[in-house]
């Protein structure tokens, strides 16, 4: 079975633009998730959905932004970029709503904004 | 809120000596609790979780975990370590109920394991 796949892989960008990343679930699993990497702050959660509807959402501006689609596959959207948007972007799968599904990770985007 | 501390950034043990990662939680509820592990440049992979039942838990690579239910740990174990369990470690914690909660993550400990 394939793993949970991200593109691009690495990504730089000037502040002010703004990114879109993608992610494909491992086939079967119907919920993503998102996540933020950075040194200072570790895994920092963005947000969740499932089939379709978002079903979490982390503490982060309304500039971060994510859909999901009928396929599963994930978007998330970062407008207006900032320095501080320079991180890992992790997505991870699960095959069903059940809290207690551990989460299959992706290998990331590495976003770096100049 | 639930939350997560992993008390110490690194630690370092020589091979073939046991190791212990350190996990303790905070959440209103039952937790469901995980360790994950990530290697340079890769995502973050699975190694096991506690539901419900034995305390115990058995995981990938060998890998266990304690869960303390008095004490609010999860320590993660394992008896004879290796220079390739030199990695960057992960506890996580989400409440166990129908609310639909996050998973929250703590910082991470980096394990270094001396040859």
């Known amino acids: 079975k394939a793993g949970v796949t991200q593109t691009p892989r690495y990504l730089i960008k000037t502040r002010g633009q703004q990114v879109t990343l993608s992610c494909s679930p491992i086939s079967g699993h119907r919920s993503v998730s998102w996540y933020q990497q950075t040194p200072g702050q570790g895994l920092q959660f963005l947000f969740e959905?499932?089939?379709?509807?978002?079903?979490n959402k982390g503490n982060f501006p309304g500039r971060f932004s994510g859909r999901q689609f009928s396929n599963s596959r994930s978007e998330m959207n970062v407008s207006t970029l900032e320095l501080g948007d320079s991180a890992l972007y992790l997505c991870?799968?699960?095959?069903?709503?059940?809290?207690?599904?551990?989460?299959?990770f992706g290998p990331g985007t590495r976003l770096t904004v100049l | 809120a639930q939350s997560v501390a992993q008390p110490e950034d690194q630690v370092n043990v020589a091979e073939g000596n046991p190791l212990t990662v350190k996990c303790t939680y905070s959440?209103?509820?039952?937790?469901?609790l995980f360790w994950y592990v990530q290697y340079p440049n890769r995502g973050l992979q699975f190694l096991l979780k506690y539901i419900t039942g034995d305390n115990l838990v058995k995981g990938s690579y060998g890998f266990e975990a304690e869960f303390n239910k008095s004490q609010t740990s999860f320590h993660l174990k394992k008896p004879s370590a290796l220079v390739s369990d030199s990695a960057l470690y992960f506890c996580?914690?989400?409440?166990?109920?129908?609310?639909?909660?996050?998973?929250?993550f703590g910082k991470g400990t980096r394990l270094s394991v001396i040859a």
């Open positions: 991870a799968s699960s095959g069903t709503s059940g809290d207690y599904n551990e989460q299959f």
């Open positions: 959440v209103s509820g039952n937790p469901y």
């Open positions: 996580a914690v989400r409440v166990a109920s129908s609310g639909n909660t996050p998973l929250v």
């Open positions: 959905y499932f089939s379709e509807t978002q079903r």
